[in-house]
């Protein structure tokens, strides 16, 4: 599949969702903001932050910069409950998350008391 096919068929996909959320209003949905996530292609921050400013212009948006200070890079345009992000995860947090997780396992709570 092409990337102009995939691309034509997440959009089918996603009008064809709502379409059925419409005709079906008993079937629920969640209770909070559904986010359409996009991460480009790992590279340098300085691709990946690019990559991310480009978005930005054709969602008619600007990052927040407060973000940064979280290791991440976004735009987002939001449709009510309802939007579309694009996100990098930048090379430190990448990175404090790696040794965060290399932990995991080596540390066992004691079972708790049933009693």
């Not at 005709?23 to 991310?52: K, Q, S």
């Amino acid at each position: 599949m092409t990337a102009t096919d995939y691309r034509a068929a997440v959009i089918q996909g996603l009008q064809g969702l709502a379409a059925f959320l419409e005709a079906n209003p008993a079937v629920p949905v969640p209770r909070h903001d559904v986010t359409f996530l996009y991460f480009p292609t790992r590279g340098t921050d300085a691709e990946m932050i690019a990559e991310i400013d480009r978005i930005a212009t054709l969602l008619g948006v600007t990052p927040d910069p407060s973000d940064t200070a979280y290791g991440h890079h976004k735009a987002r345009l939001a449709f009510g409950p309802v939007a579309y992000e694009a996100l990098a995860i930048l090379a430190a947090r990448r990175a404090q998350h790696q040794a965060d997780a290399s932990y995991s396992g080596c540390v066992i709570p004691e079972a708790a008391d049933a009693a």
